[in-house]
């Protein structure tokens, strides 16, 4: 009987979840039951597999396992990007061909973004969606020439885009730290962990969403039989949305790269310490330097949200010595960008984890009769994982769509290096990245 044994981490750190207030108690998934779908994993991949499972077949009875409270999964834990397009700013020159597989990329974003635009306005989420597009900040002359370099690739690409010379950079940010910027619209920031779960209680009335019920062992079928924490199911068809703990369940083992990422928030502030900041009220800027320092401004919230260092995990651990680490690197890198401010105390900080391929291509489609999976989202999992949540069930009813065609056209996740070269190399990398990134961490 195969095992899972790569289980998701829970804890109560996470910011974006805890400043929600009370949460209802969670329905934990117990007995035994027989249902047409089963969905792993309640996060931005999962949660859209299954309303579209639902819309799809409306007779269709669906259960949607997680190990953790909705909110609490790595897409709860992220800084709420919800992307258009790439925030690889460093892609360097366009060739044709890329301008017209980014342009395709861009379209199925947007696809994601739609949909979840939808959910928004139907069901009066818009507290946790703000449609102020991505600013890209340099703190340094190198990353000023990413900037240049991105602003010609969205030329190319025929993209809109605002350059901010420096007291552009000063008069929206509010901070001297960044030296230039550059405005991307399409991009909306969102708190994650309060949509998913507005999505997840949004859901049709023939899914059913169980918390707190990790699946420990699957025998596969199919009818396969799925063992949580305290019951059992069988199902015809099982969709694993399960990112990073994909290789638990059996698949890809040696062709994702575990790292974790790390984010802060401030406790509130307050309206004199908010009026020394200035600027907007609500942004959101990703360095210039890939492995620079993500920043959130939440007016809505009155907090700051920062988030940085790639840690290597084979197990997602976000504890120890690197919750540690994280909370140094953090608070150095909120003081410096915000001196009127400097040393308001975070009230959280935690880690969650990313799944990578070497060749940043993703796991989709079937992975075993019977089984679906999308995982391997590469860090861009909001729209993507919920473009591709959709995507699968589109195409287990056999209905055709042109990005159904992009997601089964791309390539696989490519095979590591053996171990130890594997995770001497990501470490070695890692660090290379953050000498790089310098003061933009
Ligand atoms: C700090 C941080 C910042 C990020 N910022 C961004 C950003 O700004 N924009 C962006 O697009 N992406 C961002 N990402 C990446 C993004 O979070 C992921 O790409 C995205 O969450 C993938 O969505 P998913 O639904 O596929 O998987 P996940 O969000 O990882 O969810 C997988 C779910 O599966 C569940 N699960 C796993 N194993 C089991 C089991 N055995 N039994 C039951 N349930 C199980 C987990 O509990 C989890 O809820 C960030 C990630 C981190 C950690």
């Known amino acids: ?89 460093r892609a360097g020159s366009f060739a044709p061909e890329d301008v017209e597989r980014e342009l395709r ?23 946790f969606w703000d449609d102020v597009g991505k600013v890209h ?66 859901l049709p009335g023939n899914v059913a969403v169980h918390e707190r019920s990790a699946v420990m062992d699957v025998d596969y079928g199919p009818p396969h039989t799925v063992r949580t924490t305290q019951g059992t199911v069988r199902t015809p068809s099982l969709v694993l949305a399960t990112n990073g703990y ?21 406790r509130q502030l307050d309206d004199d310490e908010w009026a020394t900041i200035g600027g907007d009220d609500t942004w959101g800027l990703i360095a210039a330097e890939g492995a620079g320092t993500t920043v959130r401004k939440l007016g809505r919230e009155r907090r700051i949200v920062v988030r940085n260092i790639f840690s290597f995990s084979r197990r997602s651990r976000h504890d120890g010595r690197w919750l540690a680490t994280a909370e140094r690197t953090h608070r150095r890198s909120f003081d410096r960008r915000f001196p009127s401010v400097a040393g308001t105390p975070f009230e959280f900080t935690w880690g969650g984890p990313v799944s990578l391929s070497r060749n940043g291509q993703p796991a989709f489609g079937e992975l075993r ?62 660090r290379w990245r953050r000498y790089r990134a310098g003061i933009e961490e």
């Not at 552009?168 to 910027?181: I, K, N, P, Y």
């Not at 994909?246 to 401030?266: D, E, N, Q, V």
């Not at 473009?387 to 696989?412: Q, T």
């Open 369 to 430: 009769p019977g089984v679906q999976g999308s995982i391997v989202h590469n860090g861009v999992g909001i729209v993507r994982g919920t473009v591709c949540g959709m995507l699968l069930a589109d195409s287990m009813h056999g209905a055709p769509s042109e990005h159904l065609d992009l997601m089964l056209a791309k390539g696989r996740p490519s095979r590591n290096f053996p171990e130890p070269f594997n995770s001497l190399g990501v470490r070695a990398n890692l």
């Open 137 to 202: 900040g340099a703190a340094t002359p190198r990353g000023e020439h990413h900037l240049d370099e991105f602003a010609s690739m969205l030329d190319t690409m025929g993209q809109p885009h605002t350059s901010w010379d420096r007291s552009a950079t000063v008069e929206h940010l509010g901070t001297d730290f960044w030296t230039r910027a550059l405005h991307t619209p399409g991009t909306v920031l969102v708190q994650p962990a309060g949509l998913l779960r507005g999505i997840a209680a949004a």
């Open 1 to 89: 009987m195969p095992t899972v044994d790569h289980q998701p981490r829970t804890d109560r750190r996470n910011g974006w979840l805890e400043i929600l207030g009370p949460l209802p108690e969670p329905d934990v998934f117990r007995g035994e039951e027989t249902v047409d779908h089963v969905v792993v994993g309640a996060s931005w991949t999962g949660l859209a597999a299954a309303r579209r499972l639902a819309e799809l077949d409306p007779a269709a009875t669906i259960v949607v396992l997680d190990a953790d409270l909705v909110g609490n999964s790595a897409g709860g834990r992220s800084s709420g990007f919800a992307i258009d397009m790439t925030h690889d700013i």
């Open 105 to 127: 990329q861009m379209a199925m974003n947007t696809h994601g973004q739609r949909a979840l635009q939808r959910l928004v306005e139907e069901h009066d989420l818009g507290d």
């Open 246 to 266: 994909g290789p638990g369940f059996g698949f890809y083992r040696k062709h994702t790269i575990p790292l974790m990422t790390w984010g802060s928030m401030t």
